[in-house]
Every structure is written in C-alpha cells, then in structure tokens.
C-alpha cells in the first residue's frame, strides 16, 4: 500500500512538474501584425518573428523587439521559407492580413484577432483584446498586471495635466497639404479620453478613427493643433514656409505640440506611450 502511494505521490508530482513548465514555457510565436506584436512583448511574449522590425522601430517604437527575433519582411508578403525554418507553434494575423491564411497555415495554425472594428474602439475593446491574446498564450496574469499598470499609469498622469488644457486635433501629415485627423474613436482620442481631455475633432472617422482631410478643413475648428511624428520627408521644410499652416496654427490661439512617433493603430502599450508623451509636451508647452 504504501509503494503505491508513493508511486501516485511521485506521478502526481511529476505531473503538476511538468503543467507548470509546460505553462512557463514561453511559445514560439510569430506575429506579422505591429499591434499583435507591441502586446505580445508587453505580455512578455518574444515573437520569433516579426515582419518589418525596421519599420516597427520608426513607427512604434516601443517596446523594443529583442535582436534574437528574425525579420520576416514585408507585412503584405512575409517570407515564407524563413517562417518554416523557425517552426513557430502559432502564428499571429490581423484582418488586414488575413488573405495570407491559406499560405501561414500550411506552416503553423494562424489566430485572427480583430480590434479596430466599427463602433467599436474604446479601452474596454483594447483591453478585451489584450486577455485575447494573453489567453492564446498562456499569458493571463501577465495580461491582468499589464492592465492594472497601465490604468494605474493613467490615472497619474491624468491628474498632471493642467485643467485649462483646450480640446486637441490630433493630426498626422500624409503630404504638405493632406492629414489624418483623430476623432474620440482613435487611440489618440482613447489615451487623451483618459487623461481627461476632448478631441476638437467631432466630424465623420473612419474605423481606425480618422478622417483624411486637406488642411483647408482644419480652418475655424478650435483647439489646440497636435502633430505626431513623423512627418513626410520635406513636409517640416514646407510648413515653415507655408503662411496658410501657420496662420492656422496661429488661428486657434495655443501654440503647436509635437509628439515622437507613437503607432496609431496599436493597443494598450501604444496608449499608455501616447498619453505620457502628450502629458510631457503639454508640461513643457505650459511652463
């Protein structure tokens, strides 16, 4: 009797041994989207392989993606080989990409996961699909602390943001004359939401929450204008010259804020990046 309680003692053990490596064990995952792939590292998850890291760097930024993860190439046309040679366990899509199934699934089972859908974007949606991907990782509690910090976060630095702060056009430049203007539906409408602010933009945005408008459409709306980078090359040359941009800028009676860039269409990580960014520019703008 009590060799066979030892023996059930040693297999349970060795059982509950191996769960709990099996779920420490961190997948080998690649992502080809840059929203999937900022939540991936800020759930702590490495991807094996990312698809164009060099534009990751210039347009996200943060968090950085560890050296050891390979660069797939394109987002439209990730390659393929390469995929196959590092075996991923899953590999991580969004809609956008979603025509590339049939060919990723020949290589490891593919996840969809969706997050700017129409009437659909707030923090609660950034926050569902953060437990989504935790959940298809194995990352739960890393996505549970990952939520309280940011939200944490959020609250702090909405109470350092001066009250008589005005209403914000939060705008993009695609060319000298062309920008994205960012309604309340944007990740830039949700962080500044957060802080306690308005966007001054109230016209028609698409599902990722812009409009993409000439700047002639930004005449007589108030507020105060804010440019993420980064701009087009030539346009900043432009603007100092342009006396319609810079009777614009003057027109709404607060001075201009520029922020580094910061992904427009990412999710928790990019928020929380976003608002310390825009709490700092208002600091300095304000002193």
Do not use: C
């Not at 802080?195 to 007589?220: E, M, P």
């Not at 804020?257 to 825009?278: D, E, N």
Request: glycine share 4%; proline share 6%.
């Amino acid at each position: 009797m009590k060799r066979t309680f030892s023996y059930l003692l040693l297999l349970s053990i060795t059982f509950t041994t191996h769960f709990a490596v099996a779920q420490e064990r961190e997948m080998k995952v690649a992502a080809i989207d840059w929203t999937q792939v900022e939540t991936l590292l800020a759930l702590g998850v490495h991807p094996i392989g990312a698809a164009q890291i060099a534009d990751y760097n210039a347009w996200v930024k943060s968090p950085a993606i560890p050296s050891r993860t390979v660069d797939l190439g394109l987002r439209t046309q990730p390659n393929l080989e390469r995929l196959v040679e590092l075996k991923p366990e899953r590999i991580f899509i969004s809609p956008m990409f979603q025509s590339l199934t049939p060919q990723l699934s020949r290589i490891a089972p593919v996840t969809n996961i969706a997050l700017y859908k129409k009437g659909d974007v707030s923090w609660q949606a950034f926050k569902t699909y953060t437990q989504t991907l935790a959940k298809d990782t194995h990352r739960e509690a890393a996505a549970k602390s990952l939520i309280q910090s940011a939200q944490a976060t959020l609250a702090t630095l909405s109470k350092q943001v001066p009250t008589h702060t005005p209403p914000l056009l939060m705008m993009q430049f695609m060319d000298a004359r062309h920008v994205r203007v960012f309604g309340t539906n944007s990740l830039y409408g949700i962080a500044a939401q957060q802080l306690g602010l308005q966007s001054a933009w109230h016209r028609q945005t698409n599902k990722w929450g812009f409009s993409l408008v000439g700047i002639d459409k930004l005449l007589g709306v108030k507020g105060q204008i804010v440019v993420i980078e980064p701009l087009p090359a030539g346009v900043e040359a432009n603007l100092r010259r342009d006396a319609f941009w810079q009777y614009l800028v003057k027109q709404t009676g607060h001075p201009m804020l520029k922020i580094p860039p910061v992904w427009s269409f990412g999710a928790i990580p990019s928020t929380v990046r976003f608002a310390r960014l825009l709490t700092t520019a208002i600091h300095q703008e304000s002193k």
